[in-house]
C-alpha cells in the first residue's frame, strides 16, 4: 500500500528533492563510520572515536594519523551506485526530481548519472594543496605514503568537511532553497541526528514529506509516508512502478 501511495506522490509532481544520508551508500557496501562497529574500530587501532579523528583540530596537529584513518575508512574507490542513486538519477531525468542533497562524500550519484547534487560534506573525490590550491585525485592521494604532498611541498586537505569546520556557503543555499521549494520531499538513509543536515527538513513547507529508513526515526511522525525497508529497494520499484503508469 505504501509503494503504491508513493508511486502516486511522485507521478503527481515535477518539484521533488531528496535528502540522504549514509543508508543511501552502505547499500553500495560502504560502511558508516558512525556505526557500532566503526567506531569500535576506530577506538580499538586509534584509542579515539571517529569524530575526533576527522576534526579540523586533530588534521592539523596529528596530520599523519589523520590520513591513516582517513584512507582507510574514508575512501572506497572501488564502489558502485545501487539501486538508489540510479533511480534518483532515473527520476531526474523523468523531470520529477530538481535536486538530490547529499550527507555522503563518496560522489556515487554524479557516478550513477544525477546532475544537480549538493554535497554538503564534501567529496574525496576532491583534494587541493593548502599552499598552492593545485588539484588531486582521490586515487592519486592514495599513491602517496604518509602526510599527501603536493609538488610544491603543501600539505594536501580533501575537500571533505571535517568536524569543527562549516559548510560551504554556496552548496546550503543551495541546498535550502532546493527542498524550501520542493512539492516534495523525500528523506532517505539517515537517522536525521546530525546537524545542520537533519535541519533542513524543518525548511521544508510543502505536505508529502517522505521517510525511507530501516530504523524509525523522531520524525516518522511527522511523514506522510514512513517506509521502513530498504531505500534502493524502494525507490527502484516506484520508478518500475511509474514506468508502467
Not at 573525490?125 to 582521490?138: E, G, I, L, V
Not at 521544508?204 to 516518522?220: C, E, F, P, W
Request: with cysteine.
Amino acid at each position: 500500500m505504501k509503494y503504491e501511495q508513493l508511486t502516486e506522490i511522485v507521478k503527481n509532481s515535477d518539484n521533488i528533492v531528496f535528502l540522504g544520508g549514509a543508508g543511501v551508500s552502505t547499500e553500495s557496501n560502504i560502511p558508516d563510520f558512525r556505526s557500532e562497529d566503526g567506531l569500535y574500530n576506530a577506538k580499538t587501532k586509534y584509542g579515539r572515536s571517529p569524530e575526533t579523528l576527522i576534526s579540523r583540530s586533530f588534521f592539523d596537529r596529528n596530520t599523519e594519523i589523520f590520513y591513516d584513518y582517513y584512507k582507510n575508512n574514508m575512501i572506497y574507490l572501488d564502489a558502485k551506485p545501487n539501486k538508489a542513486h540510479y533511480a534518483l538519477a532515473e527520476l531526474e531525468k523523468m523531470c520529477k526530481l530538481k535536486a538530490v542533497v547529499t550527507q555522503n562524500i563518496d560522489g556515487l550519484h554524479q557516478l550513477a548519472g544525477s546532475k544537480r547534487v549538493y554535497e554538503l560534506h564534501g567529496s574525496v573525490h576532491r583534494n587541493y594543496c593548502m599552499k598552492c590550491n593545485k588539484f588531486y585525485t582521490a586515487a592519486e592521494i592514495l599513491t602517496m605514503n604518509g602526510v599527501p604532498r603536493c609538488e610544491c611541498g603543501g600539505i594536501i586537505k580533501p575537500d571533505v568537511v571535517l568536524y569543527e569546520e562549516g559548510l560551504d556557503d554556496k552548496v546550503w543555499n543551495g541546498a535550502y532553497n532546493a527542498i524550501k521549494k520542493a512539492d516534495v520531499l523525500i528523506v532517505g538513509g539517515t537517522s536525521l541526528v546530525v546537524y545542520p543536515a537533519a535541519g533542513l527538513v524543518g525548511i521544508y513547507k510543502g505536505n508529502d514529506l517522505v521517510l525511507i529508513n530501516k530504523s524509525t526515526t523522531s520524525y516518522d511522525s511527522m511523514a506522510k509516508i514512513a517506509i521502513h525497508e530498504s531505500i534502493g529497494q524502494v525507490l527502484s520499484t516506484v520508478v518500475e512502478n511509474l514506468k508502467t503508469v
